[in-house]
């Protein structure tokens, strides 16, 4: 697990969530077709990411439709965001989400620490800009309350055999959250309109088009008994998402196209997408406490719906408009959870942890039921104050998403069963640490069956053979003084797959501060790759930042990223299903100006 | 409103302790706390103090119980530490000094002579000039710069 302290996202500028996620190990933050930041798995590339859970409160903020964070939550501000959690291997099932591998939980500032409002302010390169409004408050009563409103204006663009790729966005976002003792209650919403990039355009640049989403959540939870040991959670989400695109050179919507004639013949030059889905889900869970052990049992609920308002296709060479309605009779999902969990203390030195989880899914449209289980065992021995071990398996399945049934094999429509992609992954970590520096060896072997990999044809199940990763991570803390930090890290991947994406990587972090002045410096390695045609240089991402605090209350921040202008870049394709491959860069250079104002 | 921020050594901007792995709860805030609230507690009166926190759970009572002896209730209790707003109204008040982590209750109810609570992400306290003398509280020195005066 990594956290990062609200003192890490002051002293490193991360503005939004993907500033940290860009250097991540053994993964990578890529632009995705549709120009949005997406994470893949180091030495991997995709479009839509479904491996890993991002959390706010613990309450996870998937997409319904592609079980990816995709959209806007990716560029989630953090001027409001006390700190962040990284689990690399499933974490607790306590918290009743959906499997993955990777976990990301990200806590907002406690509303009775701040009491004040906060005003944040910044200006980009290119004309970028966001405001932010942080207010707080505590009552007599003890109730407590945080809300966050946001309003970002981003401009970006990039150049394609003399195109110009638009990836303009405006984005909002608010955010409520009210506390007291043992009730938490968390409102979110973020909406999205931006440029759809290349979008579904057959030459990789469509003539026009957009994308807007909108993605509201409510989650209730209360702690019963005076141990709060009995919990109680409700939540509610919807997902919007509207997508509208024209190109003369034709969209590749998969799931319209027949390959029975010529695809062009079924194959449309416009399209407009309208669906949106719902999520309720609920959990109770009691935790049985003794000096040495802790044992959670809990049951969860949920049941998604998907919904297709409007799916309009104008056919490529008739011009003809038609509404082809739901892709696949697939629009509903339940799934209901039986979890243990138990962490035993043998003494202080040593302890053993275990969790296993039962789902239950039941599917319309056709689809098999079926159930699926989820293991984790692991143990934390710690022999000497200094140093410690930390090993974790987890067995793990991932069920195919809406989306992954709607763009599945297009040569095989009569079969959409496709299987759950079953993760073995087993981790070790080592650790050195004492009062001034901290080093760990960080170890997994990931062992994917039936991997779901978005062929040219749409989605297939890979089921005839086993895929097969390891990765190794190293990282280097050390306190030059109280208050400077130097942090190292190196990362590098094996994997039974060719490489679509860079696979070794690190980073050198330098923060601090010296009277009124808080500064850092950061360099982001990743490894060139060669991919068919296409090569990709090795990147370097220089970023360097400093903060006036004119008072206690008044600062003024500079950052500059990706200052040597060697960013990293993502694969794409133009043509018609295999199509030829090409690489652009993910992110720009950038200059920010930011102000902060407490009161 | 005048408030003294209280600058605490431990919250200054030094990075915290290099750890293996952070399998304890985290309960650095709760130390800091029972650690101000002693202090508060042992320059306010010379009885021995037996504190009384309303609804406390395991993780405080494991840290306060380091600092203090502590009461099961409100009557066998001197110093009252309401940090939840979870006291009940029939806690007496004869004979006994009741404090908050709340600045609006400390300000609407005249049984709280002070509070420690938190404000834009910093520590505060503050003592009420008027109640410290209804109580017979003679705090030290070092206390003296968070005394409030206001009109009740």
Known sequence: MTIYSQKDLKLMQYNILSDILKEFPINNLNTNKFGLSNLSLSGTKTDVSGFFRLFINDHEVSSTYTQSASYSWMNLPLDFIDYIEVYRGNSSFALGSDAGVFFIRIYTKKPSKENGTQVTGTIASHGTNSQSVTHTDMFQSGWSYLTYFNNTKEHDKRTYKNNTLQNDAQRRYFYLNIQKDKTNINFGYTDLEKDNYMGLAVDANSDSGMIESKDYFFDFTHKFLDDKSLKFNFAYDINEIHNEEKDSSGLEVLPVIVLTGPP????????????????????????????????????????????????????????????????????????????????????????????????????????????????????????????????????????????NIDYADITNKNNQNMKNQEYKYYSIESVYADEKSRFSIFYTNVKIENFIYYAPIGFISIDDHTIKTQNWIFDYTYELTSKHKLQLNYYTTKQSESFTNSNKGGYLKFMGEFEKFDYFTSLIYKNGYSYKTVSVKNSYNLNLGATYNFSKNFSMSLKGENLLNKSTKSLYKEGLFIGTPFALEDYQRKVTLAMKWVF | MKIFILLLTIFSCAFSQQYVFLVKEYDKEIELEAKIISNIALSSTSEKIKLFIPKITKQEQKIYSQYFNLANDCKSANFIFNNKGLLSDNCETEGKLFFTNNYKRLIKNSKYYGAFFWNKSRPNIVFIKQRLRENNVKLSAQYTKYIEDIDE
């Open chain 1, 264 to 403: 062009t013949a079924t194959m449309p030059k416009e399209y407009y997408q309208n669906i949106k889905l719902k999520k309720y889900s609920g959990l109770v869970s009691k935790t049985f406490s003794t000096q040495n052990n802790n044992f959670v049992i809990g049951t969860t609920f949920q049941n998604k719906k998907y919904i297709t308002k409007q799916n309009t296709v104008v056919n490529f060479i008739t011009g003809i408009s038609s509404d082809v309605g739901q892709f696949t009779a697939f629009d509903e999902e339940t799934i209901s959870s039986l979890f243990v969990q138990d962490d035993y203390k043998f003494n202080d030195k040593f302890l053993l942890i275990g969790n296993a989880k039962l789902d239950k899914f039941k599917r319309n449209g056709g689809l098999d039921d079926f159930t699926s289980e989820h293991y984790r065992v692991g143990a934390i021995y710690t022999p000497f104050e200094k140093f410690g071990l930390k090993s974790f398996y987890t067995k793990t399945s991932l069920a195919p998403t809406f989306y």
